[in-house]
C-alpha cells in the first residue's frame, strides 16, 4: 500500500534508538499510524512536533502491518505558542481528542478541515471561549450532539436569566454562553464551567461507554489555567 497525504500529528512515542511510531490525522486517510525512521535526529526532531502539519508519503507491505512514512514539513504551527503556555497545552490537548475520538483509517474530511480551523481560533483574543465551541463541534461531527437548550429549563431569578439543567440529581446551573451564543462569559469562572460540563458529558457520553478514560492532557490544560492565573 502507498499513498500521499496531508496530515497533522497527533503523538509520536519512540520505537527504538533512531525512530520514532507517529500518528497522524490526514485529509483523504483518517487517522494513520507508522514508523518514521531517523525521526529522533536533529534533522527531524525539530519540526516534528505535535500539531504540525505535514505532506506525507506513506508505505506499507501489506494491509495488516504497520507502514513507515517519509515526511515533509507543511506548516510548523506548534512553535508559534512555543512561548505560549496556555495555548501550547491547548493544541497538545485538541490533538489527544482528535487521537482518542476518531478510529484508525477512517476518513473524515469534517475533522480534518476542524483541525484547521482550531489554528483560526487560536489567533482570537476569546480563543478560550471559541475553543469550547470546538470541542462541541468536534462531539456534533462524530455523533454526539450536546444540545444545551433542550436540557435545560429557562427561569427567571433575581431579576436575571439562569438556566438549570432539566436533571433531577441537584440543580445544576448552565453557564448562559453555552445556550445564548450572543452572550459573552460572565468571567473566567464562567469559562472553566463550561469545559467542566463538556468533561462530563465526554467522560459519561463518549468514553465510559467505550472502557476509555478522560485525556490526561485535557485534565492538565484545565488545571494549568486554574493554576496560573490565565484570567
Not at 496556555?86 to 476518513?107: D, F, T
Request: proline share 2%; aromatic share 12%.
Amino acid at each position: 500500500m502507498i499513498w500521499s497525504d496531508l496530515g497533522f500529528l497527533l503523538s509520536k512515542v519512540r520505537y527504538n534508538e533512531n525512530s520514532l511510531i507517529c500518528e497522524f490525522f490526514t485529509k483523504d486517510h483518517g487517522k494513520s499510524t507508522g514508523i518514521v525512521f531517523g525521526g529522533t535526529s536533529k534533522k527531524i526532531k525539530n519540526y516534528l512536533q505535535i500539531g504540525n502539519k505535514f505532506f506525507i508519503n506513506y508505505t506499507a507491505k501489506t494491509d495488516n502491518r504497520i507502514g513507515h512514512f517519509k515526511v515533509e514539513i507543511e506548516r510548523a504551527l506548534s512553535p508559534l505558542y512555543f512561548d505560549e503556555k496556555h495555548k501550547l497545552s491547548c493544541i497538545i490537548c485538541a490533538m489527544q481528542m482528535i487521537k482518542l475520538l476518531n478510529a484508525e483509517s477512517q476518513r473524515n474530511y469534517d475533522v480534518f478541515q476542524l483541525i484547521d480551523n482550531f489554528y483560526t481560533i487560536l489567533e482570537s483574543t476569546d480563543w478560550l471561549t471559541k475553543y469550547i465551541f470546538w470541542e462541541l463541534e468536534l462531539f456534533k461531527i462524530l455523533g454526539y450532539d450536546l444540545e444545551f437548550k433542550s436540557l435545560t429549563n429557562k427561569i427567571l431569578e433575581d431579576q436575571k436569566v439562569i438556566y438549570v439543567s432539566k436533571s433531577n440529581v441537584g440543580k445544576k446551573i448552565i453557564p448562559n454562553f453555552l445556550i445564548d451564543k450572543s452572550q459573552k462569559p460572565e468571567n473566567f469562572n464562567n469559562l472553566l464551567e463550561g469545559l467542566k460540563l463538556l468533561g462530563e458529558y465526554l467522560e459519561k457520553s463518549i468514553l465510559r461507554p467505550n472502557n476509555l478514560s478522560l485525556p490526561l492532557n485535557r485534565i492538565n490544560f484545565i488545571n494549568l489555567l486554574k493554576s496560573s492565573k490565565f484570567h
